[in-house]
T-cell receptor, first 115, second 112 residues
Framework: DTEVTQTPKHLVMGMTNKKSLKCEQH?????MYWYKQKAKKPPELMFV???????INESVPSRFSPECPNSSLLNLHLHALQPEDSALYLC??????????????FGAGSRLTVL | GENVEQHPSTLSVQEGDSAVIKCTYS??????FPWYKQELGKRPQLIID?????GEKKDQRIAVTLNKTAKHFSLHITETQPEDSAVYFC???????????FGAGTTVTVRA
């Protein structure tokens, strides 16, 4: 298995809802990432987990809460989002998290719309 | 942190012609330079990367060149085909950091 799988593909939520995005990989990668991507822009790093520990939080608002239950799974819990949070949320993984010099394998993304 | 600048922002080429995209970076300790391709509505995918111990790397119709002295690296696509139409992102990590800094992207359109 050489893929990163993300669910759901599309999500529409109101500003008072609580929802979660899920990401799974079975490549034995030890680093997992959440990126946010707006249309026609590069991916922006949100969080990095390395060996199941949160190693980077790029000053992301607390309405986004990451969770790494095990080395294969990564969740992003969403609560009280704003319309400007509407974007494509990409999960990625890499073999290790020791540096930025790692090949990233991206999932297909979850397209989030906040009403 | 690392600052990566990418040019041009858009590039239109005739099928069969070559396309060149250039990126400059700021951190002289950077040692890894990947290129990602993102087709419309799809995920970014690595197409080629180069490490600082080599000056050029080729994979069929694509190549990347690196000039460490000038701190720039370029993507070259030869004999372009319609399926090369996509957004291309260069990236570079700072010398000792997890964070991969992406360039702003180049939208390449191959005209039939």
């Amino acid at each position: 298995d050489t893929e990163v799988t993300q669910t759901p593909k599309h999500l529409v939520m109101g500003m008072t809802n609580k929802k979660s995005l899920k990401c799974e990989q079975h490549m034995g990668h030890r680093a997992m990432y959440w990126y946010k991507q707006k249309a026609k822009k590069p991916p922006e790093l949100m969080f990095v987990y390395s060996y199941e520990k949160l190693s980077i939080n790029e000053s992301v608002p607390s309405r986004f809460s990451p969770e790494c239950p095990n080395s294969s799974l990564l969740n992003l819990h969403l609560h009280a989002l704003q319309p400007e949070d509407s974007a494509l949320y990409l999960c990625a993984s890499s073999q290790d998290g020791g540096s930025g010099a790692n090949v990233l394998t991206f999932g297909a993304g979850s397209r989030l719309t906040v009403l | 942190g690392e600052n990566v600048e990418q040019h041009p922002s858009t590039l239109s080429v005739q099928e069969g012609d070559s396309a060149v995209i250039k990126c400059t970076y700021s951190d002289s300790a950077s040692n890894y330079f990947p290129w990602y391709k993102q087709e419309l509505g799809k995920r970014p995918q690595l197409i080629i990367d180069i490490r600082s111990n080599v000056g050029e790397k080729k994979d069929q119709r694509i190549a990347v060149t690196l000039n460490k002295t000038a701190k720039h690296f370029s993507l070259h696509i030869t004999e372009t085909q319609p399926e090369d139409s996509a957004v291309y992102f260069c990236a570079a990590p700072p010398g000792y950091d997890y964070k991969l800094s992406f360039g702003a992207g180049t939208t390449v359109t191959v005209r039939a």
